[in-house]
């Protein structure tokens, strides 16, 4: 009796074990099969991830090309402006114009468009000479060369009556000089400002303000050289400052008369300059 009791207890174990372990397997397989499909999604957006980098990595590289090409391009650009792509014959031109320029100044000429601008001021100062300006009058009139520009500044009293934007009859042979200058390159750009003392304009004048008188002084000159010297009105550009870029102070009447004042500012490039060098 007793063994056939301990016979149906051993077989209850085997049978309980057995039932626990295909419970384990049928948990252990659903977890598997849940990694499987994990990792074949995981998989995928792998893939994906890959391709979408690909494309990216293309367009990196197609950016990275559009970039060399236009550095390139840019690099050709400043090159043939600097004047690395001129003639013999153009070099040749700069060579015999630079020999008349201020060793000096040309000593501190880093660039071509530094020699430019050194030659154009050199050709006004040979145009614009004292003969044209009275005794003392030498300082009213200045040639200087700002960053890329040639400046030309003319004291109002050479060009105008006090208070007034008539040109004076005194100052044409000056201007037919400037406007010789200017002709000789029909694409040169040429800016004049008008500039005047902070003295306030008397009340009941035809004038409004500083900021008429500079404007109607500037399109003074402009018509001048427009309408009696021949050029050409794309080319001009008329602008009025007022009293509000001074040289120096206003509070005397040297100051004053320092800051009254017309302002020519010539625009050139390697064209222009190549252009000038054979007009002269």
């Known amino acids: 009796m007793k063994k056939s009791i301990a016979l149906a ?30 990792l074949a999604k995981t998989q995928l957006e792998k893939e994906e991830a890959e391709t979408k980098l690909a494309k990216i990595e293309d367009r990196v590289a197609s ?41 000096a100044e040309l000593a501190e000429a880093k660039t071509l ?12 100062k040979q145009n614009l000479d004292n003969s044209l300006i009275a005794e003392g009058e030498e300082d009213d009139i200045q040639i200087n060369i700002d960053e890329t520009v040639v400046m030309i500044t003319i004291s109002d009293k050479l060009l105008f009556n ?18 010789n200058v200017i002709n000789s390159e029909p694409a040169l750009e040429v800016m004049v400002e008008g500039h005047t003392d902070a003295q306030t304009v008397k009340s009941g ?30 080319k001009l ?17 040297e100051g004053r008369a320092t800051n009254r004042r017309t302002r020519i500012v010539i625009l050139p490039n390697l064209d222009k300059f190549l252009a000038l060098l054979s007009a002269n």
């Open 9 to 38: 207890v051993f077989s209850s174990a085997i049978l309980l074990t057995s039932c626990v372990s295909k419970k384990k397997y049928v948990e252990l397989e659903g977890q598997y099969n849940d990694t499987r499909s994990t």
């Open 63 to 103: 950016y990275n090309q559009k970039i060399q090409s236009l550095t390139e391009t840019n690099n050709n650009r400043l090159q043939q402006f600097e004047g690395v792509v001129i003639s013999q014959t153009d070099r040749d031109k700069m060579k015999a114009a630079l020999a008349n320029v201020d060793p």
């Open 113 to 124: 468009k530094d020699s430019m601008n050194l030659i154009i001021s050199h050709n006004l």
């Open 162 to 179: 006090s208070g007034s934007y008539k040109v004076n009859t005194k100052a044409n042979p000056l201007l037919e000089r400037l406007a």
């Open 205 to 234: 004048s035809y004038i409004k303000d500083n900021w008429d008188l500079s404007v109607e002084r500037s399109t003074a000159v402009i018509r001048t050289l427009q309408d009696k010297y021949g050029v050409a009105p794309e």
């Open 237 to 253: 550009i008329a602008a009025g400052r007022s009293s509000f870029h001074p040289l120096t102070e206003n509070d005397t009447k």
